[in-house]
């Protein structure tokens, strides 16, 4: 079932996303090679708790952590480790705050350190997938749409586009309908509505789409072994446009 939020709704869910796109700014002070994706799990836990938050994925499903740390080959869904982050890698970190019962989600990819300029290629055309899909996010659009630009972007430039992990609307819960693939025909699908409030999420590939799950039964990773990279922002559907509730202000 597709929840419709109100305006207070929206303001609420606004401010659980101010301070999502504030920790991801902290975050990024903190990435540089030698540092581990467990201690900035930890940062994350503790840097929400003193803003009165919570981080909604711990415990999802048996979830044992406050974000998602993808490195490298890893798609999604990455367990935060203790091995520290090298000198060229590149790592995303996702996160979903819960701010007295508002919900955002929004995932970020760092280069650590000095990156391949392939890499730094990538998450430039990611995050570039990203705001291209967020501009068709508007009323009357349907979720084709949004999918059709990133995917029709992504793979004009020699990328590709994940096809297992969605966008989804979210808030009062993490993933509700709709869902919100970032490849598809434009015209197609679901008819956007003003006071859905979706998240738009690409996940694209230095090699070919398929991912392969570890034994975890968690983290997703390319088939071959190429890097990915993603963005995401939380966002509502309004009269006046997408409205980016996880803005990182800069």
Not at 124 to 145: H, P
Request: charged share 25%.
């Amino acid at each position: 079932m597709i929840t419709i939020k109100t305006e207070r709704e929206i303001n609420l869910m606004d401010e659980a996303g101010s301070l999502l796109a504030a920790t991801h700014k902290e975050i990024a002070k903190m990435i540089k090679p030698g540092i581990t994706t467990w201690e900035i799990d930890h940062f994350v836990e503790k840097f929400l708790a003193e803003n009165g938050a919570k981080p909604e994925q711990k415990g999802y499903r048996g979830y044992k952590y406050a974000t998602c740390a993808s490195i490298n080959d890893e798609i999604c869904h990455g367990f935060p480790r203790k091995k520290p982050l090298k000198d060229g890698d590149i790592v995303t970190i996702d996160m979903v705050v819960n701010l007295n019962g508002a919900l955002a989600d929004s995932a970020w990819t760092y280069g650590v350190g000095n990156i391949a300029k392939e890499n730094k290629d990538l998450l430039k055309v990611t995050q570039e997938c990203l705001y291209k899909g967020i501009e068709q996010a508007v009323v009357g659009n349907r979720i084709g749409d949004i999918g059709f630009a990133i995917q029709s972007y992504a793979e004009s430039l020699g990328y590709s586009v994940v096809r297992d992990f969605t966008g989804h609307g979210i808030g009062p819960t993490l993933h509700e309908e709709p869902y919100v693939p970032h490849f598809g025909m434009a015209g197609k699908g679901l008819r956007l509505r003003e006071g859905m409030v979706i998240t738009i999420e690409p996940m694209i590939n230095l090699g070919s789409w398929q991912s392969t799950m570890d034994s975890n039964g968690w983290t997703a990773r390319t088939r071959d072994g190429k890097n990915s990279a993603q963005y995401e922002h939380t966002l509502a559907i309004t009269s006046n446009g997408p409205k980016i509730l996880t803005k990182q202000s800069m």
